[in-house]
Nanobody
Framework: QLHLVESGGGLVQPGGSLRLSCADSKATSLSFYTVRWYRQSPGEQRELVAGSGSGGSTDYAHFARDRFTISRDPAKKTVYLQMDDLRPERTATYSC?????????WGQGTRITVSP
């Protein structure tokens, strides 16, 4: 089974940037699987932020388009979410997820707060 781990979250000022990373704890390659980033604030539904297909396709939520970029580094077996021009919002936990066969895997998430 996969054990996804996210990193890169924290407190950032409005307009700042963060780069989140997602990788398997045992360095399993994610190259053949679609990886998606989600976010969720307390009391709200989990929301898709961005997705990266195994064939190179990408998709973004409307709020993330033009400011966020999902990418992969096959050599490091890592999927990134570059977030630029961050806006003040409720604190949210960002999680990465992938599907392997009939199983869906989730990381523990990394918390992001955008505040002055």
């Amino acid at each position: 089974q996969l054990h996804l781990v996210e990193s890169g979250g924290g407190l950032v000022q409005p307009g700042g940037s963060l780069r989140l990373s997602c990788a398997d704890s045992k360095a399993t390659s994610l190259s053949f699987y679609t990886v998606r980033w989600y976010r969720q604030s307390p009391g709200e539904q989990r929301e898709l932020v961005a997705g990266s297909g195994s064939g190179g396709s990408t998709d973004y939520a409307h709020f993330a388009r033009d400011r966020f970029t999902i990418s992969r580094d096959p050599a490091k077996k890592t999927v990134y979410l570059q977030m630029d021009d961050l806006r003040p919002e409720r604190t949210a936990t960002y999680s990465c997820s992938t599907v392997l066969g009939v199983f869906t895997y989730w990381g523990q998430g990394t918390r992001i707060t955008v505040s002055p």
